[in-house]
């Protein structure tokens, strides 16, 4: 499922989901191109499947070359609510993509995932 909706205090926001996991990441709209974004990523284990969700932000320079960021784990059970932390991602050559990636794991193997992408937007 593509997401790209407009939030309070012009956020956005890029998600996913596949059966048992979701995944966003929420980020500030700017002035020009960034090379560092402000970002919130947020996961959720929707399903009591004995799996766990995971996912993390992901960034793209002019050139498409992919930064990957940390996963980000729900390890607490199903349909315990959304894990949120606020981060950042940096790239000295610019950040012109933001996505995210969602999966929903059995210990450190991949079960299903999904990927998601938005440009970034600029007032």
Same mark, same amino acid.
């Given at each position: 499922?593509?997401? *790209? *909706?407009?939030?309070p205090?012009? =956020? =956005? ?15 500030? /709209?700017?002035? #020009?191109?960034?090379? !560092?974004?402000?970002?919130? *990523? ?7 499947? #004995?799996?766990?969700a995971?996912? !993390?932000?992901?960034? /793209?320079?002019?050139?498409?070359d992919?930064?990957y ?6 390890l607490?059970?199903?349909?315990? #609510? =959304? ?7 940096s ?10 990636? *969602?999966?929903?794991? $059995?210990?450190d $193997? ?6 998601? =992408?938005t ?5």
């Amino acid at each position: 499922m593509n997401t *790209v *909706v407009a939030a309070p205090n012009y =956020w =956005w926001e890029v998600a996913c989901n596949v059966s048992g996991a979701g995944g966003y990441v929420h980020y500030e /709209k700017f002035s #020009g191109a960034p090379t !560092r974004v402000d970002l919130r *990523v947020g996961v959720h284990d929707s399903a009591a499947d #004995g799996h766990h969700a995971r996912a !993390r932000v992901m960034t /793209k320079n002019a050139s498409g070359d992919i930064s990957y960021y940390p996963w980000r784990k729900d390890l607490d059970g199903a349909n315990n #609510g =959304w894990i949120a932390a606020d981060t950042y991602a940096s790239n000295s050559s610019g950040i012109k993509d933001v996505g995210v990636q *969602v999966g929903k794991y $059995e210990g450190d $193997e991949p079960l299903a995932l999904c990927t998601d =992408w938005t440009e970034i937007h600029y007032s």
